[in-house]
């Protein structure tokens, strides 16, 4: 996952109780979201950008 770092989300998925399907052109990935696929308080975390491009939570925070 770490090559995706910096990269853009071109589009998501959400189901709240099973998955965040996260796609980056022709490639992606699948989060589980389901309390027994969890070994802590989150499965995953994203930082939006502020005005300027640089990771901010001017831009938003999300955290599943």
Partial sequence: MRCYIGET???CEENPER????????????????DGS??????????GVDENGWP???GGIWIW
């Fill in 19 to 34: 998955l965040l399907a996260l796609h980056f052109g022709e490639h992606g990935f699948v989060i589980p979201l389901d």
């Fill in 38 to 47: 969890s070994l802590g308080p989150e499965s995953a975390h994203m930082i």
């Fill in 9 to 11: 989300v071109d589009g």
């Fill in 56 to 58: 901010s939570v001017r």
